[in-house]
C-alpha cells in the first residue's frame, strides 16, 4: 500500500527555518510529480509549491516565492524535501505531502491522489 510520511514540522521563531521531508513507501513516485500543501485552522487546503516527476519544473504560492524551496530525489524511494526560509506567523498551518499522478505539478488539491497524515508548522511572533 503506498503511504507518504512527513517529518520536520515543529516550533520556530519568525525569522527560522525548517526543512521538511516526505518519504514514500509501499511504492516509487519517480514518475509523479508532487507538491506540499498547507491547510491553517478554518482555511482551505493550499498549494504550497509542487514539482515535476524530474525535478526540473516547479511552481510556487505567491506567498512563499523566495523564501521556500521545493526538491525532491528519486535515487532510491522517492523524497520529498520542503526548505522553508525567513518564516512568519501566517506560515503557520498544517503541512501535507502530495503526489499526483500526471507527470507535471499541478495546483488544485483533487488532482492529487496521494496524502500524507501532515506535520505542524507553527512559527511564533
Same mark, same amino acid.
Given at each position: 500500500?503506498?503511504?507518504?510520511?512527513?517529518?520536520? !514540522?515543529?516550533?520556530? *521563531? @519568525?525569522? &527560522?527555518?525548517? =526543512?521538511?521531508?516526505? +518519504? /514514500?513507501?509501499?511504492?516509487?513516485?519517480?514518475?509523479?510529480?508532487? !507538491?506540499?500543501?498547507? *491547510? @491553517?485552522? &478554518?482555511?482551505? =487546503?493550499?498549494?504550497? +509549491? /509542487?514539482?515535476?516527476?524530474?525535478?526540473?519544473?516547479?511552481?510556487?504560492?505567491?506567498?512563499?516565492?523566495?523564501?521556500?524551496?521545493?526538491?525532491?530525489?528519486? +535515487?532510491?524511494?522517492?523524497?520529498?524535501?520542503?526548505?522553508?526560509?525567513?518564516?512568519?506567523?501566517?506560515?503557520?498551518?498544517?503541512?501535507?505531502?502530495?503526489?499526483?499522478?500526471?507527470?507535471?505539478?499541478?495546483?488544485?488539491?483533487?488532482?492529487?491522489?496521494?496524502?500524507?497524515?501532515?506535520?505542524?508548522?507553527?512559527?511564533?511572533?
Amino acid at each position: 500500500q503506498a503511504q507518504l510520511v512527513e517529518s520536520g !514540522g515543529g516550533l520556530v *521563531q @519568525a525569522g &527560522g527555518s525548517l =526543512r521538511l521531508s516526505c +518519504a /514514500a513507501s509501499g511504492r516509487t513516485f519517480s514518475s509523479n510529480a508532487m !507538491g506540499w500543501f498547507r *491547510q @491553517a485552522p &478554518g482555511k482551505e =487546503r493550499e498549494l504550497v +509549491a /509542487a514539482i515535476s516527476w524530474s525535478g526540473g519544473r516547479t511552481t510556487y504560492a505567491d506567498s512563499v516565492k523566495g523564501r521556500f524551496t521545493i526538491s525532491r530525489d528519486n +535515487a532510491k524511494n522517492t523524497v520529498l524535501f520542503l526548505q522553508m526560509n525567513s518564516l512568519n506567523p501566517e506560515d503557520t498551518a498544517v503541512y501535507f505531502c502530495a503526489a499526483t499522478n500526471h507527470a507535471q505539478p499541478m495546483g488544485a488539491p483533487v488532482y492529487y491522489d496521494y496524502w500524507g497524515q501532515g506535520t505542524q508548522v507553527t512559527v511564533s511572533s
